[in-house]
T-cell receptor
Framework: DSGVTQTPKHLITATGQRVTLRCSPR?????VYWYQQSLDQGLQFLIQ???????AKGNILERFSAQQFPDLHSELNLSSLELGDSALYFC??????????????FGPGTRLLVL | SQQGEEDPQALSIQEGENATMNCSYK?????LQWYRQNSGRGLVHLIL?????REKHSGRLRVTLDTSKKSSSLLITASRAADTASYFC????????????FGQGTRLTINP
């Protein structure tokens, strides 16, 4: 158990809909990262938040957005969903801003299926 | 596109044998990390090796890094059935946007 929690574990929705994925980092970690894992694209970094502020941005679509709240939990919002958005979405956390120089601890993931 | 490319894509060995997985990357890096993923689950961090390091050990794991060849290897000695998983290398590029770039992974199967 990494100490990172994600809800929900599974999500089934329809095209065009909007969903919110939630992540609670390990106690004391200030950075939260979001990743998408799909069969065709592999594991891709989406976005990082550090202490409430956006820190780094990866291959995140404009239809996707994220935020980190004062209690450091984070939410990833996916809107206007398409079939191709079906994937495993992982959240990870690390102690500091990290600049990707430190260990990231991954949550169990949310499996999203868009029908 | 993925910066890291693992080789082989799949590896099947007998329990007790050593398993070696390789990773190649394209651009200069700050560090390279190896992760393990059991089927459909979250990733577990194994080792981080910095660009000025050549070798690192952790239990039965040995990682090497050759920055001149832009390659890394992960060796698992005395493999166990529980080592069955996918192994990913991830690189933190020096230039460009800060991020962790994952390879496609090596699927390792340990046969009892």
């Amino acid at each position: 158990d990494s100490g990172v929690t994600q809800t929900p574990k599974h999500l089934i929705t329809a095209t065009g809909q909007r969903v919110t994925l939630r992540c609670s980092p390990r106690s004391g970690d200030l950075s939260v990262y979001w990743y998408q894992q799909s069969l065709d694209q592999g594991l891709q970094f989406l976005i990082q938040y550090y202490n409430g502020e956006e820190r780094a941005k990866g291959n995140i679509l404009e239809r996707f957005s994220a935020q980190q709240f004062p209690d450091l939990h984070s939410e990833l919002n996916l809107s206007s969903l398409e079939l191709g958005d079906s994937a495993l979405y992982f959240c990870a956390s690390s102690l500091t801003s990290g600049d990707f120089q430190e260990t990231q601890y991954f949550g169990p993931g949310t499996r999203l299926l868009v029908l | 596109s993925q910066q890291g490319e693992e080789d082989p894509q799949a590896l099947s060995i007998q329990e007790g044998e050593n398993a070696t997985m390789n990773c190649s990357y394209k651009t200069s890096i700050n560090n390279l990390q190896w992760y393990r993923q059991n089927s459909g689950r979250g990733l577990v961090h194994l080792i981080l090796i910095r660009s000025n390091e050549r070798e690192k050990h952790s239990g039965r794991l040995r990682v090497t890094l050759d920055t001149s060849k832009k390659s890394s290897s992960l060796l698992i000695t005395a493999s166990r059935a529980a080592d069955t998983a996918s192994y990913f290398c991830a690189t933190a590029p020096i230039q460009g946007a800060q991020k962790l770039v994952f390879g496609q992974g090596t699927r390792l199967t340990i046969n009892p």
